[in-house]
């Protein structure tokens, strides 16, 4: 059974930075497509960026690019996240999810069929 691991968030000052790892277990990377999405008190999940199961495909929401970058080691089956340049308004719980169906790059949370339980993230000063 394919499962999802988050790790990595924590307490940070606006400005810096923070690095989220997602394991993965009971598959591996190259036949996954991989997304990392957010929940904000009050607010929807939204997408942050995601990756096609070649890792050659990769899309960032419009909010976090130039500041986010995904990330994965197939030998450790561990999907990363650097976020950096950390804002107040990036505080949520990060997910993890996967699609082992589709596997194609997509911020579009439908199409994933497996998610983790969350880390929570809080840029604050």
């Known amino acids: 059974q394919l499962q999802l691991v988050e790790s990595g968030g924590g307490l940070v000052q606006p400005g810096g930075s923070l690095r989220l790892s997602c394991v993965v277990s009971g598959s591996t990377l190259d036949v996954l497509a991989m997304g990392w999405f957010r929940q904000a008190p009050g607010k929807e999940r939204e997408a942050v960026s995601c990756?096609?199961?070649?890792?050659?495909?990769?899309e960032y929401a419009d909010s976090v690019k130039g500041r986010f970058t995904i990330s994965r080691d197939n030998g450790k089956n561990t999907v990363y996240l650097q976020m950096n340049s950390l804002k107040p308004e990036d505080t949520a719980v990060y997910y993890c999810?996967?699609?082992?169906?589709?596997?194609?790059?997509?911020?579009?949370?439908?199409?994933?069929?497996?998610w983790g339980h969350g880390t929570q993230v809080t840029v604050s000063s």
């Open positions: 990756m096609s199961s070649s890792g050659y495909g990769i």
């Open positions: 999810a996967a699609d082992d169906v589709l596997r194609g790059a997509t911020l579009y949370s439908a199409q994933y069929n497996h």
